[in-house]
């Protein structure tokens, strides 16, 4: 009889699991679903320190706010460069240049209000971060906006890409 008596603890918590296995309990869902949220949230947060990049999207229309997107954006980048220093990029795209210097100065001002100091972050009008652009692409890039320029064209928005990288002011690169 004393050889049963190990296995009576073993086969009750084989049942027990098998009850449990048969239906996920609600605490049970809820912890799966918040593994499920923390993974993907740490993998856009990690997707937005990566392009370190703010887009026109990401305010409000006509208005140098950002939307809700876009303080969880910033949000993300506050943290990160709180401890790390590095470029931020605030694509001006089709906004007009008073506009896009009001929302260049909100997000300077809301960076100060999540505890980062401005010498960390240099902000410019500069490409989202990543694996970047193949030298082919930039070849055809570059052809493109010299027969632009050869037809009389305007500059097709890459010129920037040059744009210095200095803290302070927002630097212009090569805009007009």
Known sequence: MTRRLPLLPLALLLAALAACHSGETPERGEIHRWMIDSYNDDSVAQAVITQHTLFPYDFVDDAPVLNELGQQHLQVLARHFRDYPGPLNVRQGDTP????????????????????????????????????????????????????????????????????????????????
């Open 97 to 176: 240049q008073a506009l896009y210097l009001q929302r260049v100065a909100a997000v300077r001002t809301a960076l100060a209000q999540a505890g980062v100091r401005a010498e960390r972050v240099a902000i410019s009008d500069g490409f989202a971060g990543g694996d970047g652009v193949t030298s082919e692409r930039v070849l055809t890039i570059l052809e493109a906006e010299k027969a632009a320029g050869a037809s009389g064209g305007g500059q097709s928005g890459y010129g920037s890409a040059g744009a210095s990288m200095q803290p302070g002011p927002i630097s212009q690169g090569n805009q007009p």
